[in-house]
Structures are given as structure tokens and as C-alpha cells.
């Protein structure tokens, strides 16, 4: 294991200097700081100051709402820290930005602020940490993304293909047998999972599939502005949605333009928000145990400290049928 006197070494400097440093002493120049931190990271150095004292551990967040209950991301916080805190650790639950992670290298942070795991939420494929994951020694749970060959990082999330099979399932018992889906763009591991998941569940009950029933789209109004009337057009019935908030524009959407929902159109989220037994009608949905995903990031991250290298964490995903689905319209019953 790398020392501070191997730090010394490499720059050239005393290991007073080096020890000021790693200890954020005031008397040592950002820069001359920064070379240390690298060159501590680069030899594999383990700061002990706190070793024994202290515990650490991050949750790291970025494209996503955590701050009210009413947020996706406020149950998942609350999950972990309920598993955390009572055995001891300090959480600290840190934004995140694609900025701050060009110039700041993952492992250098880690370091840096004494953390010794962290959690990960919302992070997409084009972070630049998530090109650091796959050789990071820094015991790591990622949610709603997985590294391959790595076994210091762990994966936690909700079985995607068990909820669209589920949705799929439910339609089809309903009549329907044209099923599109409205998604984000496919630059995050989870909306892929979410897009092979619904091909593969319109496949298994024998389905058409068709790409012209899929919209992929950044903004969601537009999105579903854009899609809703072309799906219908070439003679959908239901449409299933990566994420409920993009399902509650379309419930918009579709009021909108007169369209009844689920008399015209039946409509399935996915995230089982808050808010989504309360829309109009009550959205049916596939459900994620937010509180679970934070105790299942917490789990894994105990996994790793104890070097026992767990891939995937997937938790069940049930569907909550409410008013937002029904039979297919007669008008398009062959």
C-alpha cells in the first residue's frame, strides 16, 4: 500500500508538504494540492486520518429531485440513510454536475473529502465519472446503471423487463394489440434497459413490432405533443411511458385534444410518483420501492466494503392498475 513518504518520492517534495495537503492544510498552494491528490490516487494511496473514528460515505446525485417527499429521488435518499446512519455512518448527499466531474476526477474526490463508498443516482452514459467506473477501486453502487468486469462497483434497480411484461400482459388481457412507447433519447443505461424490455414484451405475447410505434424524444411536452396523434394515427391503443412524468403530459396531452383517456387511449407510466394516484384519470403504473432502492444501495455498498463483489440488486416491479387503462376501443377491436 502506497505511503506518504512514496507520495514524497514520486513529486519530489517533503512528506510534511504531502501531509498537509491530504490534512486540507491552508499553507499549501491549490495547485501543489492537486499534483498530491492525483499522485495520491495514481499510487493507490488510502488516507487513514479518520480511520477508526470517522465513516463516510456519499450519496452523489444529478438529474434528479430529492429535496421534497413529493420528488423521486427524496425516498431513495431516505431509504439509504435509514439503513446508514443507525450503523454509524455520516451521509453526505453531494450535487453533481457534468462540469464539476471534467475537472475534478472521481477518485481524486473521493480522496479528497475522506468518503470510503458512495451511491450514485441519475447519473447518465455521457458523465464523464462514468468512464472512470470501470477501473475505480472505490467500492461504488451505481443506480439505474451497470459496469461490466468490475468488482468494486454494484448495480441497484427495478426489474424493467418483469414491469413491461407485466404492462404488456395487462393490455393484451384488455384486447389491445398495438402498444407503442414514448421514451426519453436512449443515452442512459436504464431508458436502453426500459427499450429492449418493451421490444421483448411485445414479442413474447406475440405482438407486432414496430419501430413507427416508438418516439423517442428530449422534451417531454413535445414529445408527447409529437407522438400521442402520429401513435394514434397508425392505429395505437395503448402507449407505455419510460417514466410517469412523461405519462402525466400525455394525460394532459390528450385532454387537450379531446382524446378520452381510457375510452381512446390507454396509458401506463412507470416510477409510481406520488402524485400519479392523484391525476385524472389515476395513472396506472409500474411501481419502484424508492425506499427499498436506498436500502438495496446501502446493502450493496456493505457487500463491497467486506469485498464480497455483488453485480445487480433487482428489485421487483409490480404493476398498480388504476383508471388510466382499459378495453381496447371497440372501433379498433379486428
Known sequence: MATIADIAAKLGVSKSTVSKALNNATDVSADMRKRILETAVELGYINRRNSGTVRKICILIENMDYETPNQFGYDIVQGFRQMAEPEGWIVDVVPMTVEFEKLTPYRVFMLDHGYQAAFVLGFSLLDPWMDEF????????????????????????????????????????????????????????????????????????????????????????????TYIPKLMDLGVTAILFSHDVRAVSAITECMDRSIQIPQDLSIIGFDDLPMTAYTEPPLTTIRQDRIGLGKCGFYAITCLLNDLPIGSILLRAPLVVRGSTGPVPSSSQA
Not at 467500492?139 to 468494486?152: G, Q
Not at 413491461?164 to 436504464?190: C, E, M, T
Not at 427499450?195 to 414496430?210: D, F, P, Q, T
Open 134 to 225: 470501470p477501473v475505480c477501486q472505490v467500492p461504488t453502487v451505481l443506480y439505474d446503471n451497470y459496469i461490466k468486469s468490475n468488482p468494486r462497483i454494484a448495480s441497484v434497480g427495478c426489474d424493467s423487463q418483469e414491469g413491461y411484461d407485466l404492462a404488456v400482459r395487462h393490455l393484451v388481457k384488455l384486447g389491445h394489440r398495438k402498444i407503442g412507447l414514448i421514451s426519453g433519447p436512449l443515452d442512459s443505461y436504464i431508458l436502453r434497459a426500459r427499450y429492449s424490455a418493451y421490444i421483448n414484451a411485445v414479442k413474447r405475447y406475440g405482438l407486432e413490432v414496430n419501430e413507427d410505434y416508438i418516439g423517442l424524444g428530449y422534451y417531454v411536452s413535445e414529445s408527447t405533443r
